[in-house]
């Protein structure tokens, strides 16, 4: 299963006279509501680094999104969209003492956590906050494993939740995250099956949690693997994992539990897209000997696809005939910048583009809504961040 292109998005790429990365909200909202029709009973909190652009976040709290916020900048940039600050959590495990005082100055009440070290700062400035445990999940089946920097074993959530309660705080909850672009449904199993375990021991040691939050990971459907191929995740058997998951927790537990979601991609990267322009496509030999053609683009991984490291993106040669009539040749697709890792599939694997391609000429790189403006650099060879431009939403046209 690819994604198509709205017509709007198109639109509005064909009518981009200069770079910049174009928002659907329509097409947000839509993904949104698609989400809560798979998974009625969870509360999203929108990961706000995935896109991190004030009209997308608006758009979200508007049809009842919270947000994971990762530090006190992101809680304000949450709270201009207007959301009760009960709806924005601290969802990050690392943060200073001075962070936590800021975040609780500004109303924020519920804290991710993965160590008595953190949870002690919470207690001491954010006292009486609740508090949720991030559980350690392998990372395996995902683009970007998180696994080694975040989460605790079954055994430290148990203590970190009881020093938690000893502090004066509310032990709320269980927090997981199976890793950004997760392409499987084991893993999603694997983290309830390790949620369920650690429920049972609190349950022994009388601490009974109000939510499970099952995190980030949904994957985006329209993204190639560094080989240019569909990577096409399977997203019907990762929700039916999700509900059957969900319904096997509340079963278990004797109060009713609550469950969140952290998406981020999943709801941004196939309604965002890019309108780039040729530099130049070339043709030279390789120090291998053999002959290499490489499409120069005005817009790489330093100024929004940061994630070419693991990815590479559908691209569309606006006003072209398909890859069957036209001339097309094989060329390695790269960005603007003298850094060699700014190249798709790590400058190793050739795509199919047309071979009169000028410099100047305009290309759409689809499915780059997600952590393209946030991965962006400031300068970096005097490449500035990408112009972002948002259409339809509530308000119509920006
Ligand atoms: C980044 C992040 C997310 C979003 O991850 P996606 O893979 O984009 O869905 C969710 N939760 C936390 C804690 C994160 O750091």
């Not at 099956?193 to 650690?198: G, K, W």
């Not at 006003?319 to 001339?327: C, I, P, Q, S, V």
């Amino acid at each position: 299963m690819s994604v198509e292109i709205s017509a709007r998005l198109a639109a509005a790429l064909a009518a981009a006279p200069a770079d910049r990365i174009v928002y659907d909200l329509d097409g947000i909202e839509a993904q949104y509501d698609r989400l809560l029709a798979e998974l009625p009973e969870v509360q999203v909190r929108f990961a706000l680094k995935a896109c991190p652009v004030d009209e997308v976040l608006r758009c979200l709290a508007d049809r009842g999104a919270g947000f994971d916020a990762a530090g006190p900048a992101e809680i304000v940039q949450a709270l201009r969209t207007g959301v009760p600050v009960d709806r924005i959590h601290y969802g990050n495990t690392v943060k200073s003492d001075t962070d936590i005082a800021e975040a609780h100055r500004l109303g924020v009440r519920t804290f991710a956590t993965d160590s008595v070290q953190d949870v002690r700062a919470i207690a001491e400035h954010a006292p009486g906050a609740r508090v949720f445990c991030r559980l350690a999940t392998s990372g395996d089946g995902a683009l970007w494993g998180l696994s080694r920097k975040f989460g605790c074993s079954a055994e430290d959530a148990v203590r970190v939740l009881t020093t938690a309660r000893a502090s004066g705080l509310v032990p709320a909850g269980l927090s997981v995250h199976v890793g950004s672009q997760q392409m499987t449904g084991e893993a999603w199993q694997q983290a309830l099956d390790s949620i369920a375990e650690v429920l049972v021991t609190l349950e022994g040691v009388g601490i009974v949690p109000d939510h499970v939050n099952l995190g980030g990971g949904l994957p985006a459907l329209g993204y190639l693997d560094r080989h240019g191929n569909p990577l096409d995740p399977p997203l019907d058997k990762i929700f039916t994992v999700i509900r059957e998951g969900m319904e096997r927790l509340s079963d278990l537990t004797a109060a009713p539990l609550g469950f969140v979601l952290e998406p981020g991609r999943h709801l941004v990267a196939d309604h965002g897209a890019v309108r780039a322009h040729v530099y130049r496509l070339t043709g030279r030999a390789q120090p291998d000997g053999t002959h290499a053609r490489w499409l120069y683009l005005s817009v790489g991984k330093f100024n929004g696809l940061y994630e070419m490291d693991e990815l590479s993106y559908r691209l569309v040669f606006p006003g072209r005939a398909g890859e069957d009539d036209g001339e097309y040749v094989g060329a390695v697709v790269a960005g603007p910048t003298c850094d060699s890792d700014d190249a798709y599939g790590g400058g190793r694997h050739p795509v199919r583009v047309p071979g009169d391609l000028a410099s100047g000429d305009p290309v759409w790189i689809l499915s780059a809504g997600a952590y393209a403006t946030s991965y962006t650099t400031q300068g970096f060879n005097g490449i500035r961040p990408l112009p972002c431009v948002c259409i339809g939403g509530p308000e119509g046209h920006h």
